[in-house]
């Protein structure tokens, strides 16, 4: 569930560099839009896989209680893999905090480009 989550944010914030032109009439800084969705999809493969890795080492749900670990394979490999999760939800964090940075100086103090808004993508129809 957690990739399907993370997988639609980071659908919708590239939708949201795609489209800003035609909805805000600026384009926002496509350079912090790759950092972004890069940190993004780094912060989903770490957070998501090392949950993944630890279900199948019997990890539970309930990772705040001391007994849920008793059964757990390899306890140090748990440990590892939840510092591994950490990590990643700080890229997450950091990913959505540039495309917010992003979006409040390009779009809502204007320093967004205004170069050819009416025609953002070079189309020909």
């Known amino acids: 569930?957690?990739?399907a989550l993370i997988s639609s944010l980071i659908?919708?914030?590239a939708g949201l560099y795609y489209w800003s032109p035609k909805i805000f009439?600026?384009?926002m800084n496509n350079n912090i839009g790759v950092l972004a969705g890069l940190s993004l999809l780094g912060g989903l493969l770490l957070s998501a896989g090392s949950n993944l890795i630890n279900g199948?080492?019997?990890e539970g749900d309930a990772v705040y209680l001391a007994t849920s670990n008793a059964e757990v394979w390899n306890q140090d490999a748990v440990e590892f893999l939840n510092v591994i999760g950490f990590i990643g939800s700080i890229l997450l964090i950091g990913g959505i905090s540039l495309a917010l940075l992003d979006l409040t100086v390009s779009i809502f103090l204007g320093k967004g480009s205004n170069d050819n808004v009416n025609n953002p993508w070079d189309?020909?129809?």
Do not use: R, V
């Open 1 to 3: 569930m957690e990739h």
């Open 11 to 13: 659908a919708s914030i």
């Open 25 to 27: 009439g600026k384009k």
């Open 56 to 58: 199948f080492l019997d």
């Open 123 to 125: 189309g020909h129809t």
